[in-house]
């Protein structure tokens, strides 16, 4: 089976996947049973109708064309279980009757007619490719070419190959043409509205993912390199201090020195901020420990969580920094707590203090940002924060992340 899902993602990859995958037979294999299916439908539906109109005015006829919509949506159940030849991934479901009975006729009036023109053209190559053997016996005439002897018949071999190559790119966007539309009139609203929500949400968890990898990556460059950089810059000048003896340089050197170990410390806070390694190393626990410890605010912590999923993890380490900077900042708090547990296969993180409560999270992007970032994963954010308080934070996010 080809790496590509579908007809349409092959046939716009590389000449050489392409034509090694068996994308292009499929669509041959597409086209060639839209024929026969087309014209029994067509037979079908001329048969209903006739009947119906001439036998219309003794109420039989009612009854008959009454069922062209059965027929149709019959064909519509062959047209979807037809379309995985092409668009294996294409929905199902009903899109109604109009829709169903439009696509009966374009299959019976047009799309079948078109088939078969397309599919009148692939012996050319065929006999392009054989004409030296064929050429043994007759003339070959191929598209008003006539061949005569075996060297003009060589020179069809290439000719042969190119007009397979272009048959199998045209075949192909036939097929893709055919069965988009196909998909546009039967798939059902829901399904197409499913499909459309199902991406989204892929596409935001694949912008989380890449926003981490991203955050990663400069966490390591700025850990291996400019982290190592200063502590080296404030060894030397540590070294050159004692090199030195008492007077203006000196004095220059331990402020040079003391600016050097500053700037160190401000750096390790950032990257702290921008991922701290104990959360790769150790999982969110210890990791949340470190940051409590850190709070000027007193911090209890329960946290019964063993190590999950790399984004998870990530996404409620920030949520419970955040808490924990806004009750040091705002709450006016004496103490707060941080729980965490799993329930029903989901994490659940709650921050309490006991400040003066009345928190808005529209009034700062912090808790927002968080929010978005756990819609992602599809998780949330709620807040509880009476005026007088206790306010308590909570975020629930799913541990495993559907594909």
Same mark, same amino acid.
């Given at each position: 089976m080809s790496s590509y899902p579908d007809a349409w993602s092959a046939v716009r990859a590389r000449p050489d996947q392409f034509l090694g995958s068996p994308w292009p037979?499929?669509?041959?294999?597409?086209?060639?049973?839209?024929?026969?299916l087309g014209i029994?439908?067509?037979? &079908?539906? %001329?048969? @209903? $109708?006739? #009947?119906?109109?001439?036998?219309?005015?003794?109420?039989? *006829?009612?009854?008959? /064309? !009454?069922?062209?919509?059965?027929?149709?949506?019959?064909i519509?159940?062959?047209?979807?279980?037809?379309?995985?030849?092409?668009?294996?991934?294409?929905?199902?479901?009903?899109?109604?009757?109009?829709p169903e009975?439009?696509?009966?006729?374009?299959?019976?009036?047009?799309?079948w007619v078109v088939d078969a023109v397309a599919l009148l053209l692939l012996p050319?190559?065929?006999?392009?490719?054989?004409?030296?053997?064929?050429?043994?016996?007759?003339?070959?005439?191929?598209?008003?070419?006539?061949?005569?002897?075996?060297?003009?018949?060589?020179?069809?071999?290439?000719? &042969?190959? %190119?007009? @397979? $190559?272009? #048959?199998?790119?045209?075949?192909?966007?036939?097929?893709? *043409?055919?069965?988009? /539309? !196909?998909?546009?009139?039967?798939?059902?609203?829901?399904?197409?509205?499913?499909?459309?929500?199902?991406?989204?949400?892929?596409?935001?968890?694949?912008?989380?993912?890449?926003?981490?990898v991203e955050r990663r990556r400069i966490e390591r460059d700025l850990h291996d390199g400019v982290q190592q950089r200063l502590v080296a810059l404030a060894m030397t000048l540590g070294s050159a201090e004692?090199?030195?003896s008492d007077g203006g340089s000196l004095v220059l050197l331990r402020e040079a020195q003391r600016q050097a170990e500053a700037a160190l410390g401000?750096?390790?806070?950032?990257?702290?901020?921008?991922?701290?390694q104990v959360l790769s190393d150790h999982g969110l626990a210890p990791a949340v420990h470190e940051i409590a410890d850190a709070s000027p605010v007193p911090v209890a912590v329960d946290l019964q969580v063993a190590r999950l999923p790399g984004p998870v993890e990530t996404a409620a380490y920030f949520?419970?920094?955040?808490?924990?900077?806004?009750?040091?900042?705002?709450?006016?708090?004496?103490?707060?707590?941080?729980?965490?547990?799993?329930?029903?296969?989901?994490?659940?993180?709650?921050?309490?203090?006991?400040?003066?409560?009345?928190?808005?999270?529209t009034r700062g992007t912090g808790l927002a940002g968080l929010a978005a970032r756990l819609a992602a994963l599809d998780g949330q954010v709620t807040v509880v924060s009476p005026a007088g308080g206790p306010t308590e934070v909570r975020m629930q996010c799913p541990i495993s992340q559907p594909a």
């Open positions: 037979w499929r669509s041959i294999g597409y086209l060639a049973s839209t024929v026969p029994a439908v067509l037979v &079908g539906l %001329v048969t @209903l $109708v006739g #009947l119906g109109l001439l036998t219309v005015v003794i109420v039989v *006829g009612l009854v008959i /064309l !009454a069922g062209v919509p059965r027929l149709a949506g019959s519509a159940s062959m047209e979807r279980f037809r379309l995985r030849l092409v668009l294996p991934a294409a929905a199902g479901g009903s899109a109604g009757r109009w009975i439009g696509h009966a006729v374009l299959l019976a009036t047009v799309l050319v190559p065929v006999v392009l490719l054989l004409a030296p053997w064929l050429v043994r016996y007759e003339p070959v005439e191929v598209t008003g070419w006539r061949i005569e002897t075996r060297g003009e018949a060589w020179f069809a071999i290439p000719a &042969g190959v %190119v007009v @397979l $190559v272009a #048959l199998a790119y045209v075949m192909t966007w036939l097929a893709c *043409g055919q069965a988009a /539309l !196909a998909r546009m009139l039967l798939a059902a609203p829901d399904a197409q509205l499913t499909a459309a929500v199902a991406d989204l949400r892929r596409s935001r968890r694949g912008l989380v993912d890449a926003f981490e004692l090199e030195i401000e750096l390790r806070a950032t990257i702290r901020g921008i991922h701290p949520f419970v920094s955040e808490a924990l900077t806004n009750i040091a900042r705002h709450a006016g708090a004496r103490s707060a707590t941080v729980h965490g547990w799993i329930h029903r296969g989901e994490l659940i993180v709650t921050v309490v203090d006991d400040g003066v409560g009345g928190a808005d999270p």
